[in-house]
């Protein structure tokens, strides 16, 4: 787009988030935030540009979770995702890189380095001319020992005014947290004592987004991460941006114009640049943040994890086909970005109104048995409520609310057969694609639930495993290597291609995809209980004058065959198309 329209643009998100700014200090912040996109003086109108296509898979990561001493882990990570999935996986989202002091990166000391013990920006360079890379921008908070915040309580620049502030008597009792830990943190500074805002830690201190300043320090960032090949930013606990007394202090409408704001910039800049927002609440307020298309290109499916996880050990698709059914097909330009692991917990907020407290209970206690942990939060009437699960996805498929059984591999394996197939991107940690099990011991050592899904392996041990086909992890990398390989070679598994819902008995879950050219059909039926079901091929509707196969096990479907006997946690993936 020319820059006069892009200054229109900008202007008018600017007086949505500055309503108290005059035309003219908006307009010398427009020029300045246009200044540091460095375009130049006229760009050819920019268009929408196919973002992602079925060959799109994302690996989430820390840089460090492979270890091969004295080699520096981010050149490993290239190694490994080189040696096992070029040509597979296309994508990597390499969690926090940067100098921290908590929280596993996410209390950032300096954006603009990367951690000495992981690496240089040569490195994630190096990575980024193979795969997509997709970085965290940890917008809400950064490090209490940062210089930032040394500045702000010495009171000078810069830093001095970047940080959120309020006093013990604000009204702050609607303030929605995930933390149990008291909201204000209490400093000294030359001008007194202030009260800074600390949404999930006294270690991580909330930005201060109604000081423009802290904005431009962001778009600064985002622009200093794309020199390096970035194009995809994760845009961390943007939900909490903007802080207003009296208010929830979250979804407010100042972050969302913020997240439109970074859009039009990102889009003025490249059409390679791709925004997702991290937004771990109930699945309502999570989709807002599609806006009207012109806010995150993606979001976190985040209530895909806890549901299907609900589906797999309870043996009934009923309360996950409901929400399927209610999910609005993502418009073009956006898209869902589906998991069910990462480096934090199974988050429950997502879950509620489409879980009952009851079931909620059941599946906690499941996990439990399973060697898992939990973590709670206070709601609005100060009571505790569960807010995540703590657990490796491996061991958390282990057996159903009746207890461990011997099906764990083969529920594994569904889980990745359902999220594979669905509408949107598929996001698969990288301890899902190695079948990593629970680090109690990692837990004891840090003193942190969520430690025990961040595992660091030996890489030369996984290597040997690996290349051990009793191994279970041999045997977990090749399935799922495979379905991934599958999927990327299937129109209608693009991102964006139609999906319906199938009404099926409870024992399945089932959608039918169909790719945007209308010329391939997939249908995807899972069998989500332990026993032997029978599928009845009318309930699809197939065309009868087309044949069929099943993509994962290669057989052909016989026009005269009337049902499939389907196994326990056993997939299909129905095709007219034998890719």
Not at 27 to 50: M, Y
Not at 75 to 104: A, M, R, V, W
Not at 184 to 196: A, F, I, M, Q, S
Not at 396 to 418: M, N, P, W
Request: with cysteine; proline share 3%; aromatic share 12%.
């Amino acid at each position: 787009m020319s820059e006069s329209i892009l200054y229109g643009k900008v202007f008018s998100h600017l007086e949505r988030i500055y309503s108290g700014m005059s035309k003219d200090q908006i307009g010398c912040i427009v020029s300045e935030i246009i200044e540091i996109l460095e375009l130049e003086e006229k760009c050819e109108d920019s268009i929408t540009s196919e973002k992602w296509s079925e060959k799109d898979v994302v690996a989430i990561t820390y840089a460090d979770t492979l270890k091969s001493e004295p080699e520096k882990p981010l050149i490993t990570l290239k190694k490994f995702f080189d040696s096992y999935f070029k040509g597979t996986i296309n994508s990597i989202h390499i969690l926090p890189f940067f100098p921290y002091t908590s929280d596993d990166g996410f209390s950032v000391l300096d954006y603009s380095s990367v951690n000495e013990a992981l690496g240089e920006w040569k490195d994630v360079r190096s990575l980024s001319t193979e795969y997509k890379v997709m970085a965290d921008v940890v917008i809400n908070h950064c490090s209490a020992r940062s210089r930032w915040f040394q500045n702000f309580q010495q009171q000078i620049d810069p830093g001095k005014d970047f940080f959120a502030t309020a006093l013990p008597t604000d009204n702050l009792s609607q303030v929605v947290r995930p933390r149990e830990s008291e909201l204000l943190r209490e400093v000294d500074t030359p001008d007194g004592k202030k009260y800074v805002w600390c949404t999930f830690s006294h270690d991580q201190v909330d930005f201060d987004f109604k000081n423009p300043k802290v904005l431009k320090e962001f778009i600064k960032i985002m622009m200093l991460y794309f020199s390096y090949g970035i194009k995809i930013f994760r845009l961390d606990a943007v939900a909490f941006l903007w802080k207003q007394p009296g208010t929830s202090c979250i979804n407010l409408p100042q972050t969302h114009e913020i997240i439109r704001l970074l859009r039009t910039l990102c889009e003025a800049k490249s059409t390679e640049i791709c925004l997702i927002t991290e937004t771990n609440v109930p699945n309502r307020e999570n989709l807002s943040y599609f806006g009207n298309g012109n806010e995150a290109h993606c979001i976190y499916n985040f209530s895909l994890p806890p549901l299907l996880l609900n589906t797999l050990v309870t043996g009934s698709s009923k309360v996950l086909k409901t929400w399927m059914i209610s999910m609005p097909p993502a418009r073009f330009g956006t898209a869902y970005f589906n998991f069910i692991a990462s480096h934090d917990g199974i988050g429950l907020r997502p879950a509620e109104g489409l879980l009952s407290e009851h079931e909620i209970d059941h599946l906690v206690q499941t996990m439990t048995d399973f060697g898992g942990y939990t973590s709670s939060r206070d709601d609005k009437n100060g009571r505790k409520k569960y807010y995540e699960i703590n657990i490796s996805l491996f061991d958390a498929l282990k057996g159903t609310i009746e207890g461990v059984d011997s099906y764990q591999v083969d529920r594994f394996i569904c889980a990745h057969e359902i999220m594979i197939g669905l509408e949107g991107i598929p996001g698969i940690y990288i301890h899902s694609l190695i079948a990593t099990k629970n680090n109690h011991k990692k837990v004891e050592n840090t003193g942190q639930n969520r430690s025990i899904n961040r595992h660091q392996w030996d890489y030369e041990l996984l290597k040997q495993k690996l290349g051990d086909n009793e191994s279970l992890e041999c045997n977990v990398y090749e399935k799922i290597k495979s379905r991934i390989e599958l999927r990327t070679s299937q129109l209608a598994f693009h991102p964006n291609a139609t999906q319906f819902t199938l009404h099926l008995s409870n024992t399945f879950f089932g959608f039918w995809r169909q790719s945007i050219c209308r010329s391939q059909n997939i249908f995807c039926v899972s069998n989500i209980s332990k026993k032997t079901q029978t599928l009845y091929l009318a309930d699809l509707n197939l065309i009868n004058n087309q044949n069929y196969f099943d993509l994962i096990s290669g057989k052909k479907i016989q026009k005269e065959q009337q049902n499939l006997q389907i196994n326990p946690y056993q997939t299909v993936w129905i095709s007219n198309q034998n890719n």
